[in-house]
């Protein structure tokens, strides 16, 4: 016995979007701040961004060796 | 005004102090471990038998209030202990009650007793990561039971994988409204349930979405108070009542908040 019917209201193109966000949120909850993390130390051994109060400054691999 | 001490009225009264904020931390910490009010009063008064005194619990929604006497009822000493924000263990539970008779069996000093006991609460919990992998092993095995077939297992094993995790992190690490994290933990669950109707997997996609959110349902609760029901204890019946009401509240609310984004009816 079928106590209760679920049905789909036709498929939206957004409907699949909005399913994949939520993994992504998920992942983002997850892994997020570590891979933030990550990057900041990366860059403060191979400095690509750098800051001073107001500015900021890219810096290119390149420039070191000239 | 002379003030006249009796140094053996000192000593029995610091003995039955420190043996009621013993008891009534103890009892706050099994209240809040997720133990039934019957338990916890044959506890306390184990161990109280155990310090030849005897004790009144009363069990409110947020306190412990404990009453300690000396054998001869002349002597008193009340407190009145929060109950602390802890998730369910039953575990600590467990071990707090072999606790209660090694004290009873081995005549452990109150001294002794309180060094177990703090030793019993830093044993460190299952590891987190294992218990999502089972919560959501759980709750893919409901679905089955539901006549779901492997696809809706799969869809709903990565939907409580989601879910769950998000609940853990908003009301744990993040210490967010637990309401909230239960509206948003069913909400996300049912959203990802729902890839079964987009991307037509297997043939039992209402079957997945309607058990993506059994992992929510608060089960200890409603059987706690239903306990406490039997044994007379109407206030915490109550409160456990209550509190279950409003996270099944919550779950549902999360369920109907994806549906009608998913567009799906009922």
């Keep these: ?47 690509i961004i750098s800051w001073d109060e107001d500015d900021v400054y890219m810096t290119f691999e390149d420039e070191d060796d000239i | 005004m002379k003030m ?19 008891l009534s931390e103890y009892a706050a910490t099994l209240l809040a471990c997720g133990a039934t009010t019957l338990r916890i009063e044959k506890n306390v008064e184990r161990i109280a038998g155990s310090y ?28 009145c202990e929060k109950i602390k924000a802890h998730a369910l263990n039953f575990e600590t539970n467990t071990q707090l009650s072999k606790l209660s008779w090694m004290i009873h069996d081995q005549r452990l000093t109150l001294e002794e007793a309180e060094s177990i006991y703090h030793q019993m609460l830093s044993m460190p919990r299952l590891n987190p990561w294992l218990v999502l992998l089972l919560v959501a092993f759980a709750n893919a095995s409901f679905c089955r ?55 037509s997997l297997g043939k039992t996609p209402d079957i997945a979405l309607a058990t993506s959110v059994l992992f929510l349902v608060p089960g ?47």
Aim: glycine residues 4%.
């Design chain 2, 52 to 79: 030849q005194t005897h004790v009144s619990v009363t069990v409110f929604p947020l306190h412990v209030m404990l009453t300690v006497w000396d054998t001869s009822h002349t002597h008193s000493y009340s407190n």
């Design chain 1, 1 to 47: 016995m079928k106590i209760l019917t679920i049905l789909s209201n036709g498929i939206k193109e957004t409907d699949s979007l909005i399913i994949f966000s939520c993994l992504a949120i998920t992942l983002l909850i997850a892994f997020g701040y570590s891979a933030y993390q990550k990057l900041v130390k990366l860059n403060q051994s191979h400095p």
């Design chain 2, 220 to 266: 200890i609760p409603f059987i706690n108070s239903v306990s406490d029901l039997i044994h007379g204890h109407y206030i915490c019946c109550m409160s456990r009542f209550i509190q279950a009401v409003i996270l099944t509240f919550c779950l549902s609310l999360g369920l109907c908040l994806a549906l009608l984004i998913m567009h799906i009816t009922i």
């Design chain 2, 4 to 22: 006249i001490s009796d140094p053996t009225t000192a000593v029995s009264h610091n003995q039955l102090k420190s043996t009621a904020l013993f």
């Design chain 2, 145 to 199: 039971l539901f006549n779901g077939d492997y696809a809706a297992m799969a869809v709903v094993f990565v939907a409580t994988l989601n879910g769950y995790y998000i609940k853990v992190k908003l009301q744990n690490d993040w210490h967010w409204d637990f309401r909230i994290a239960t509206i948003l933990s069913g909400l996300t669950a049912a959203i990802i349930a729902c890839s079964g109707f987009v991307f």
